[in-house]
C-alpha cells in the first residue's frame, strides 16, 4: 500500500465525501509525473486506440476532469473522468456517499455533481499527450431533452477525448436507465451518430449490471447497428447482496467488492451476445490482479476499477498490472489481447 498507509487512516476518519476531495486536493498537490513505462507483453489495441496497460481508473473518481494526468502517473492504463452534464448541477443533497468498510464496498447517490462539459473540456485542452484520458458524459437531471444533452457532450469532448463513454446506467438520476430500453436506445444512438464526426473519437457504452433477461442482446444489436465501440459492464447496482456495514440501507448504488459476482455475470451475458464482435471493458468489484484476468478471460478487452482504490491506494493499478504480467507468462500468453475471452 506503500504512501497510503500512512494517508488512509486520516481520510478515514473523515466522512467518505470530504475524504475524497481531501484525496484530490492531496493528488494535485503532487509532482506531476510521466506514466510509468509498462512491459510490451500488457500492451494492446482496442477501438484504434492504445493502452499500455488493460487497467483503467473508472469514471466517478475524477469526475471534473482535475487529475486525470496525476492518476496516469499512479500507472493506469487509462483514465476516465466525468461523469459531466452539459450544464453544471449540485447533486443530491450529502451525505450521499458512503464507506461500507466491512464489505470493501462504497454506496453513492451523487446524482452527477459536476462543474460541467465545457468547464471539463477547458481543462482537458492543456493535458499533454501522454496516455489515454475518455471522457464520461451524462444528462442533467431537470433536462427537458436528454438526448440533447448527450448530442452536445459528443460535440463538446470530441476535440479532448480519447474516447466518449455514453453514461445510460447511472441509479442516481430518476429515469437515465430506461434509456436502456431498446428505442430509447436506438434513438439515443442515432442521433449520438449524427453528431459523431469521422475523425472523432469512439464511442463507448455503458450499461447497468442490473438487466433482465435478453436486454444484453437487445443492447449489443442497437449498439452494433449504431457502430458502438466498446460496451462497459458495468455501473453500480441497485441491488442489496447481503451486507454488514451499518451503511447497508442508504439507497443508491452500490460498488466494490459485493458487486463483483453480479459483474462478472453481466459481462458473460454480453460477451455471449457479442461473440467478441465488440469490445468489452470489465468494471465492478476488481481488487486483486486474480479479479482482473478472470474478466479478461471472460471476455473483457480491458478492465476499471475505483471502489478497491478507495481501500487499496492508487498502487494497485500497478500491482494488479504486475500481477497480469505474471499470470500471462505463466499461461503461456506473450499479449494480454490474446487471453481476451478465452475462460
Ligand atoms: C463514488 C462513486 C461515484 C461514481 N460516479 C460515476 C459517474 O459519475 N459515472 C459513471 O459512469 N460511473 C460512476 N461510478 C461507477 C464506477 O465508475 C464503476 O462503474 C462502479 O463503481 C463499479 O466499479 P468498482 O466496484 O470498481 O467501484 C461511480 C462510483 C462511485 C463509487
Redesign the pocket.
Known sequence: MGLYSLFRPAAFALDAETAHRATIAAVKLMPARRPPAFPRALKSTVAGLEFPTPVGL???FD?DAEVPERMLGFGFGFVEV??VTPRPQEGNPRPR?FRLSEDRA?I?R?G?NNRCQLAAAERLRNRGLHGVIGV?I?ANKDSADRIADYVSGVRTMAEVADYI?I?I??PNTPGLRQLQDEGALNALLSAVGEAREEDGPPIFL?VAPDLGEGEPDQIVRVAAQHRVDAIIV???TLSRPPLKSRFKDEQG?L??AP?KPL?LSALRAFHEASGGTIPLIG????ATADDAWERIRAGASLV?????MVYEGPGIARSIANGLLERLLREGFSNIAEAVGTG
Open positions: 473508472a469514471a466517478g469526475k466525468g461523469t456517499l462504497v453513492n451523487m452527477f464520461n451524462g463513454t453514461n446506467s447511472s455503458k458495468a455501473n453500480t448504488g460498488s466494490g458487486l459483474a468494471v465492478g468489484g476488481i476499471q476499477l475505483y471502489s478497491a
